[in-house]
């Protein structure tokens, strides 16, 4: 019998639709900067968060970032400007970003506004035009993916999946020993997104902070042919020299680029299922706690009978790198 091959193109597989909601951020903008040169991915727009900068600052970012990328024809929706319960967030972290976001390197105003439409809405009305097939790559507090959990009840089943970078799993926090950032930012919002249901993958920096570039590196972008090296290298400074502060490292660790390659390639982090619950407030506040024990339990615990999430417990560092590396400095 002779083989059936199948043609080319149906072999080909069609480009995963995306979000982004990203609050940039200097390492946000690597991460969609490396989304725009990934033909894996089909952007079909970035919402905004709060975090690295406030929301207004966050859009701003995000669409100077998609004229640096030719890419205005992404649709860039504003999402909410306080956490899901409506605190305006005192905490912004410009000790890492800069005052602008872009460490200090002051943007040009750009060009297009932002839709209409809020993040919230946008993610709910793509979920429903495109039934399982959109992936949210969600780099910041997640108050605008709880919002569209509360609104919609179908949203969890209508969203394809959702890949947050959050948390920290058996490692200390960032902000402070119980909390990594995104979480801390909205604790309540992320409890509520990873109970909801839907298909999640949560990258924490017990695996982001083993991939990074050092200062030769980063060097090695800026002198590369990549079109974006000497940009990169720009914005990098201010967030370079926090982790030299802070960390006393000669580095900087790449959280939101190695999450969006969790969307490009899934198969470079090994994960561990279980149900995944946040501290909402007191001393351990957005403390990400994981149930991966097949215990039962003598009584019923908050953990109980709610649905798992997958929490990335390894990765291939020099693969991240290495997919960095070729996209960002065309190799
Ligand atoms: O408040 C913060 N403190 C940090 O030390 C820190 N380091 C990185 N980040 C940002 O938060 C996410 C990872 O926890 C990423 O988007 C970093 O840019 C930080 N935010």
Same mark, same amino acid.
């Given at each position: 019998? @002779?083989q059936?091959?199948?043609?080319?193109?149906? %072999?080909?597989?069609?480009?995963?639709?995306?979000?982004?909601?990203?609050?940039?951020?200097?390492?946000? *903008? %690597?991460?969609?900067?490396? *989304?725009?040169?990934?033909?894996?991915?089909?952007?079909?727009?970035?919402? !905004?968060?709060?975090?690295?900068?406030?929301?207004t600052?966050?859009?701003? $970012?995000?669409?100077?970032?998609?004229?640096?990328?030719?890419?205005?024809?992404?649709p860039?929706?504003?999402?909410?400007?306080?956490?899901?319960?409506?605190?305006?967030?005192?905490?912004?972290?410009?000790?890492?970003?800069?005052?602008?976001?872009?460490g200090?390197t002051h943007?040009?105003?750009?060009?297009?506004?932002?839709?209409?439409?809020?993040?919230?809405?946008?993610?709910?009305?793509?979920?429903k035009e495109?039934p399982?097939? &959109?992936?949210?790559?969600?780099?910041?507090?997640?108050? $605008?993916?709880?919002?569209?959990?509360?609104?919609?009840?179908?949203?969890?089943?209508?969203?394809?999946? +959702?890949?947050?970078l959050? /948390?920290?799993?058996?490692?200390?926090?960032? &902000?402070? =020993?119980?909390?990594e950032? #995104?979480i801390?930012?909205? @604790?309540?919002?992320?409890? +509520?997104?990873? !109970?909801?249901?839907?298909?999640?993958?949560?990258? /924490?920096? #017990?695996v982001t902070?083993?991939?990074?570039?050092?200062?030769k590196? %980063?060097?090695?972008?800026?002198?590369?042919? /990549?079109?974006?090296?000497?940009?990169?290298?720009?914005v990098?400074?201010?967030?370079?020299?926090?982790?030299? $502060?802070?960390?006393? +490292?000669?580095?900087?660790?790449?959280?939101?680029?190695?999450?969006?390659?969790a969307?490009?390639?899934?198969?470079?982090?090994?994960? *561990?299922?279980?149900?995944?619950?946040?501290?909402?407030?007191?001393?351990?506040? /957005?403390?990400?706690v994981? #149930?991966?024990?097949?215990?039962?339990?003598?009584? @019923?615990?908050?953990?109980? #009978?709610? =649905?798992?999430?997958?929490?990335?417990?390894? &990765?291939?560092?020099?693969a991240?790198?290495?997919?960095?590396?070729?996209?960002?400095?065309?190799?």
């Amino acid at each position: 019998m @002779p083989q059936v091959s199948m043609p080319e193109e149906s %072999m080909v597989r069609a480009p995963k639709k995306i979000i982004i909601d990203t609050d940039p951020g200097i390492d946000d *903008a %690597m991460a969609i900067l490396l *989304a725009f040169e990934s033909p894996e991915l089909d952007i079909i727009g970035i919402t !905004t968060t709060f975090g690295n900068v406030r929301t207004t600052m966050a859009t701003n $970012n995000a669409l100077h970032l998609c004229e640096l990328g030719g890419r205005d024809d992404i649709p860039v929706s504003q999402g909410l400007e306080t956490s899901l319960r409506g605190q305006l967030k005192n905490r912004i972290a410009d000790f890492v970003h800069g005052q602008d976001g872009l460490g200090n390197t002051h943007p040009p105003a750009p060009k297009r506004s932002a839709i209409a439409q809020s993040a919230p809405d946008f993610f709910r009305q793509k979920s429903k035009e495109y039934p399982g097939e &959109v992936t949210i790559v969600a780099l910041g507090p997640l108050s $605008n993916v709880a919002k569209a959990v509360e609104d919609d009840p179908d949203f969890a089943k209508n969203i394809g999946q +959702i890949i947050v970078l959050g /948390g920290n799993f058996m490692v200390n926090g960032n &902000v402070n =020993p119980a909390a990594e950032a #995104n979480i801390y930012g909205d @604790p309540e919002a992320a409890d +509520i997104v990873f !109970t909801c249901g839907a298909d999640i993958i949560i990258i /924490g920096i #017990n695996v982001t902070h083993q991939v990074f570039f050092t200062g030769k590196e %980063m060097e090695e972008v800026r002198d590369s042919k /990549g079109k974006y090296g000497k940009y990169l290298y720009d914005v990098s400074k201010f967030y370079f020299a926090y982790h030299q $502060n802070a960390y006393d +490292i000669d580095a900087i660790y790449l959280h939101d680029p190695t999450t969006m390659i969790a969307a490009i390639d899934p198969s470079l982090f090994t994960y *561990a299922k279980g149900v995944v619950r946040v501290q909402r407030d007191g001393i351990c506040k /957005g403390l990400t706690v994981f #149930n991966n024990t097949s215990k039962k339990w003598a009584e @019923p615990t908050d953990w109980c #009978n709610l =649905p798992e999430v997958k929490v990335a417990m390894t &990765v291939d560092a020099p693969a991240i790198s290495k997919m960095m590396k070729d996209r960002l400095m065309g190799v």
